[in-house]
């Protein structure tokens, strides 16, 4: 993911995401209500600054 322009959209689909992860990213959980679907499904969006720990 470091490689990829930024600011970008990440989903992710039948995935646990470790929120350490999506901040070491500069990612946050979408706060847009998504509909419900047969399958788990969550939007991030990554901002153009990565913090680098």
């Keep these: 993911m470091t490689e990829k ?8 689909v ?4 470790n929120e350490n992860d999506l901040e070491k990213f500069n ?6 209500n998504l509909p419900k679907v047969n399958y788990s499904y969550e939007l991030y969006n990554c901002s153009s ?3 680098n720990e």
């Design 5 to 12: 322009t930024r600011p970008l959209d990440l989903w992710t």
């Design 14 to 17: 039948n995935l646990e995401v």
């Design 27 to 32: 990612c946050w959980e979408n706060p847009d």
């Design 49 to 51: 600054t990565m913090n």
